[in-house]
């Protein structure tokens, strides 16, 4: 089955910027395709350029078989989009914008449904200045739905949620993937993209510096896993050579962090918490730490993640 959508050598430059410098990837049809990274590293400029919002200065894109560019109208008959930037009047209730998006297109899902399945119903009448921030995120989805799309596009969903509203929105894009759907985030956040993705695109500086599923990106580039406890003093001289293979520890006050590569045939922890235990120093709150999608892209790029 050919992918739904391709891109092979995207470029965009706003003067002397290269925003998007020779991306390709391809999406594959009812996957969660996630394009992450940093502010500025090129995702939101790519997703409008495969929604036809902004025209690449080079390269192919083809977005459910059709130029963005020159079949804007079509795609957007088959498609749900979600902008960076969304508003609506301060006044506008929510049954009101769905009826009002609804009548823009010649065959709908049916809105009420939407309002029901995204937990709107009791607040159909409410204006869209008084819902919170989660509650706008949930219409703007239901609002991307309307056109019952094949691919929606969700750019930066949960910018500014708080944890809870975060969570709720993530079971609605797993819930909108399950309907049947296909669907390309943008985020900065890289749980977020852990959690949801089922293949990733690492950018930074416009350029996709990996992609594959965060479970292969995470095993394959060899970031390390961590035990980190406390200790009421300090670690004896020596304590470093006792474990075996490669580690690195780090202090911070009382508060220890053990790094060790992965792949290793006995368990951290296992010989951390004997070794200790063997010498007699005395240590609480011990806890693993596994490696997440934010190792991955330090390992790659050397900084930390900017919101």
Request: net charge negative; glycine share 8%.
């Given at each position: 089955?050919?992918?739904?959508?391709?891109?092979?050598?995207?470029?965009?430059?706003?003067?002397s910027?290269?925003?998007?410098?020779?991306?390709?990837?391809?999406?594959?049809d009812?996957?969660?395709?996630?394009?992450?990274?940093?502010?500025g590293?090129?995702?939101?400029t790519?997703?409008?350029?495969?929604e036809?919002?902004?025209k690449?200065?080079?390269?192919?894109?083809?977005?459910?078989?059709?130029?963005?560019?020159?079949?804007g109208?079509?795609l957007r008959?088959?498609?749900?989009?979600?902008?960076?930037?969304?508003?609506?009047?301060?006044?506008?209730?929510v049954w009101?914008a769905?009826?009002l998006?609804?009548?823009f297109?010649?065959?709908t899902?049916?809105?009420?449904?939407?309002m029901?399945?995204l937990?709107?119903?009791e607040?159909r009448?409410?204006?869209?200045s008084?819902l919170?921030g989660?509650?706008?995120?949930?219409?703007f989805?239901?609002?991307a739905?309307l056109?019952?799309?094949?691919?929606?596009?969700?750019?930066e969903?949960?910018?500014g949620?708080?944890?809870?509203?975060?969570?709720?929105?993530w079971?609605l894009?797993?819930?909108?993937?399950a309907r049947?759907?296909?669907?390309l985030?943008?985020?900065?956040?890289m749980?977020?993209?852990e959690?949801?993705?089922?293949?990733v695109?690492?950018?930074d500086?416009?350029r996709i510096?990996?992609?594959d599923?965060?479970e292969a990106?995470?095993r394959?580039?060899?970031?390390?896993?961590?035990?980190?406890?406390?200790?009421?003093?300090?670690?004896?001289e020596?304590?470093?050579?006792a474990l075996?293979g490669?580690i690195?520890?780090?202090?911070q006050?009382?508060?220890?962090?053990?790094?060790?590569?992965?792949?290793?045939?006995?368990p951290?922890?296992?010989?951390?918490?004997?070794?200790?235990?063997?010498?007699?120093?005395?240590?609480?709150?011990l806890?693993?730490?596994q490696?997440?999608?934010?190792d991955?892209?330090?390992?790659?790029?050397?900084?930390e993640?900017?919101?």
């Amino acid at each position: 089955m050919d992918p739904i959508v391709q891109v092979e050598g995207l470029r965009k430059v706003y003067g002397s910027t290269v925003a998007v410098d020779e991306v390709s990837f391809e999406v594959h049809d009812g996957e969660i395709f996630g394009m992450v990274g940093p502010n500025g590293a090129g995702k939101t400029t790519t997703i409008e350029c495969l929604e036809g919002l902004r025209k690449p200065d080079a390269g192919y894109v083809r977005v459910l078989g059709v130029d963005p560019q020159r079949d804007g109208q079509i795609l957007r008959l088959r498609t749900g989009m979600q902008l960076q930037q969304s508003n609506l009047q301060d006044r506008m209730r929510v049954w009101e914008a769905l009826d009002l998006y609804a009548s823009f297109y010649p065959k709908t899902a049916d809105w009420r449904e939407l309002m029901a399945q995204l937990g709107l119903e009791e607040k159909r009448d409410t204006a869209f200045s008084k819902l919170s921030g989660g509650q706008k995120q949930r219409l703007f989805i239901a609002l991307a739905l309307l056109p019952d799309p094949q691919l929606v596009f969700l750019d930066e969903l949960t910018t500014g949620l708080d944890p809870q509203a975060r969570h709720a929105i993530w079971d609605l894009v797993r819930d909108v993937k399950a309907r049947g759907k296909t669907v390309l985030l943008t985020t900065h956040f890289m749980e977020e993209a852990e959690r949801l993705c089922d293949r990733v695109a690492i950018l930074d500086h416009g350029r996709i510096v990996a992609l594959d599923t965060p479970e292969a990106l995470i095993r394959n580039l060899g970031v390390e896993e961590r035990i980190v406890f406390n200790l009421n003093g300090k670690l004896p001289e020596g304590f470093e050579n006792a474990l075996s293979g490669k580690i690195r520890i780090e202090t911070q006050g009382d508060r220890v962090i053990i790094h060790a590569n992965n792949g290793r045939k006995v368990p951290l922890v296992s010989e951390v918490v004997n070794l200790l235990t063997r010498e007699e120093i005395p240590f609480r709150d011990l806890r693993t730490e596994q490696p997440t999608l934010e190792d991955v892209f330090l390992s790659l790029t050397g900084r930390e993640m900017k919101e």
